[in-house]
Structures are given as structure tokens and as C-alpha cells.
């Protein structure tokens, strides 16, 4: 989803130049690619769930949990993906405070909904799972009813929303900078897990947690490195 920040910045470059009818095919060929995206991932991590658990040497007390964490929220990649995109296409046309509030409501859904799910219902890791795709899907929900109300400042419409190659390699060519930038981390991150899930369910809980504390606190800061990425590029 990294690859959307590559719409926010063409899209912000096209709107800076006054380029209209373009900025709406940006927006289409976004929604074309990350929606086929959305459901190719939804579709294969169903089946590669397991060996994806088996990889990050998931305790055998919580493999069962692991594998299905991995489904649901994969399951649900399509309102990840969506939700990721709007926020990409808001901060595309310089509206910054849309995606910021659905990123904070996203949040605060997910903690209550993990409150809810695991320590009320006893759901466990799928629990889990169930609040992180449905506070997302809310966040989704939220962007389309504010696009309805206010409107976008580019025209998009159904013929719009097609596979454009030129355009989508454009998207893809500068948002693989910072996909890169976030897949590196990410793997330490699994590296780290997948050694810790060796030493017992406790430590990988433990770890599991601080890093939801972690992603938590660089909400802010990714926030307003996307923002200006917007900026930057309207005004380049």
C-alpha cells in the first residue's frame, strides 16, 4: 500500500500544472490497479497463510491463531488497500485533514474493537484480526461519504476507472522508493519476530504488543510526511 504514496504525488503534480482531465485518469487507473491488487492478495494469502506462519516459526500453541489472523486480515486486504488509496487521492488534491481523521479513527476502532473482540468475546488473535479490517473498512466508508458530500476536484467517473499501463508505471515508479523504504523495515521486523516466536508465546505476545504501541506513535509523523509529500510535489 506503500505504492499508493505514488498517487499522491502524481496526482499532486498533475493538479499543480492545472491538468484536470488527467488528474482524473490518475485517480481511475489508482483505483484499477489497487483494486485488482486488493483482491489478488485477499485470494492468495488464503492459501499461503500457512506456510507464511510456518516461515515466521509460529509457537505451536498459537500456529492455529497465526494462520488465521493471517486470513482474516488478508481477507480484508480489499478495505486495507481502499483505505490506503482514498487517503492517497485526498492528500493528492491537498486535503490533508480527511485521510489524518480516518487514520485516527482507524486507531481508536482498532483498540476498542481488540478490546472488545479479544478481552470481551475471548475471539484471541482473530479477534484481532476482526477489529483491524473492520475499523478500516469504517475509515473507508467515512472517506467515500465525505467525497460524496464535498465532491472531488478532478472529474472521475466509471469510464475513467481502467488498467492505463503509461500511468500506473508512472504510480508505481515513484511509490517504489518508499515501498522499499517501508519493505526493509518491515523485514526486521519479521527477522525480529520470527526469532522471538522461538523463544515462546509469552515473548512473541510481548513483542506483538509493543509493536502495535510503536505503529501506534508513528501515526503522527507518517501522517505529515505524506501531507508533505503532497505539498512538495503541487508546487514542483
Known sequence: ????????????????????????????????????????????????????????????????????????????????????????????????????????????????????FVAVFNMGAAGAAYATVISQAFSVVISLIIIRKMGLPVDVGIKKIRFDGGLIGRIVRLGAPIALQDLLVSISFLIIMAIVNKIGVVASAGVGVAERLCGFIMLVPSAFMQSMSAFVAQNY
Open 1 to 116: 500500500t506503500d505504492i499508493a504514496m505514488g498517487t499522491t504525488i502524481l496526482l499532486g503534480q498533475m493538479i499543480g500544472e492545472g491538468k484536470r482531465e488527467d488528474s482524473g485518469d490518475v485517480v481511475g487507473a489508482s483505483i484499477a490497479m489497487f483494486a485488482a491488487a486488493g483482491i489478488g492478495v485477499a485470494v492468495v494469502m488464503q492459501f499461503l497463510a500457512a506456510p507464511v506462519a510456518e516461515i515466521m516459526n509460529a509457537p505451536e500453541a498459537a500456529f492455529s491463531q497465526t494462520v488465521a489472523y493471517i486470513r482474516i486480515c488478508c481477507g480484508g486486504a480489499v478495505f486495507i488497500v481502499a483505505y490506503n488509496v482514498l487517503g492517497s487521492i485526498f492528500r493528492g488534491i491537498g486535503n490533508s485533514k480527511v485521510p489524518l481523521m480516518a487514520v485516527a479513527i482507524a486507531a481508536v476502532l482498532n483498540i476498542f474493537g481488540d478490546l472488545l
